[in-house]
């Protein structure tokens, strides 16, 4: 069993950072519904330098434009953003589930990815999304058309809106800078005004317990073979666990529900030790019942749990409950 999860988590790096939760927890945790992601980091590199690297395959930028299209048909640029990721993410069940794509060869940068999507970038791509057609929507008039007409401004209009919400400060500075622990992806988006952090709000209760579940597990991300990345993840570790977090244990869930709306980013905190995240989603209300939208290992496609959100936290061993992050329309990305 030892060496399957070390297999494992050297296929699955963080989440980003996270994605590696998912991983361990089925494999060490087993149940018949699913895992997540781990922490993550890169070489420094120039924003624009990263900016032109950021390649678009054709099957992704297909698959953005069809998305755009049909979110102004909808009409989602008037909606408030969590209900039009809702929307937005609905739109996407089906789409294969691929860990991993963060974790390309050479310097950090910017992957853009529709043809797979983990539990951290799904969350990340339907915001991002989201956010353009919110922003493009009111510039243009919610034609689709004349938004995508110039290509490489649109790819770049989007690469700066998933850079934003996955990089600390959404600047790409090394392996470091992305946000690989998910609870620090929340917590840097509070600060930023992108989402607002409303576990505590919801009579959340204080996790204190240690966060080091990477430098724990060197061997297990390419990049932290360079002792410097090392030191920075470490400073990053040494911070979330003096700080802490809140969170919704699993037998409130049920109790909190009514007060979380769709679109909300869900995090299922872990039981694994030093790992803050298991897996993250995004909550759907579904005949008067809060589910889980979400990217899962098991399952291998995005989907919409079969259970209530409640429920399926308790079936699940390897977490123990809930931080809920609700989306804003920061002022800065509406311009």
């Not at 909606?79 to 990721?85: C, F």
């Not at 991993?100 to 969350?123: A, K, M, S, Y």
């Not at 037998?251 to 803050?276: C, K, M, Q, Y």
């Amino acid at each position: 069993m030892k060496e399957a999860l070390a297999g494992l988590v050297k296929y699955r790096a963080l989440l980003g950072p996270l994605a590696l939760v998912g991983i361990v927890i089925v494999a060490a945790l087993w149940s018949p519904f699913e895992p997540h992601r781990p922490p993550v980091a890169v070489a420094p590199g120039d924003e624009m330098t990263v900016t032109a690297a950021s390649a678009w395959a054709e099957e992704d930028w297909t698959v953005f434009e069809s998305k755009v299209r049909w979110a102004f048909e909808q009409r989602l640029d008037t909606l408030p953003l969590g209900a039009a990721m809702a929307e937005i993410g609905r739109s996407l069940v089906g789409s294969a589930y691929v860990p991993g794509t963060l974790e390309v060869e050479g310097p950090e940068r910017l992957v853009i990815n529709f043809q797979g999507l983990d539990c951290v970038t799904f969350v990340e791509n339907v915001w991002a999304l989201s956010s353009f057609v919110r922003t493009i929507g009111g510039a243009f008039g919610a034609d689709a058309t004349q938004t995508l007409a110039n290509r490489p401004l649109t790819e770049d209009r989007y690469e700066s809106l998933l850079r934003s919400v996955r990089y600390r400060a959404g600047t790409i500075d090394g392996y470091s800078s992305r946000l690989h622990y998910f609870s620090d992806w929340i917590g840097e988006n509070d600060r930023r005004g992108l989402l607002r952090d409303i576990s505590r709000e919801l009579g959340g209760t204080r996790d204190t317990e240690p966060v080091d579940f990477m430098t724990a597990h060197t061997d297990s991300y390419r990049q932290l073979a360079d002792p410097s990345f090392v030191v920075l993840v470490r400073q990053t570790e040494q911070r979330l666990s003096e700080a802490g977090r809140y969170y919704v244990p699993e037998d409130r869930i049920e109790e909190v529900a009514g007060r979380i709306r769709n679109g909300d980013i869900i995090a299922a905190t872990s039981t694994v030790p030093g790992l803050d995240i298991a897996h993250t989603g995004l909550a759907l209300w579904v005949d008067d019942t809060l589910h889980l939208l979400h990217a899962p290992l098991v399952g291998e496609a995005v989907q919409i749990s079969e259970v209530s959100l409640a429920d399926r936290i308790k079936r699940i061993s390897g977490q123990d409950g809930i931080m809920v992050g609700r989306p804003l329309a920061a002022p800065e990305l509406e311009r």
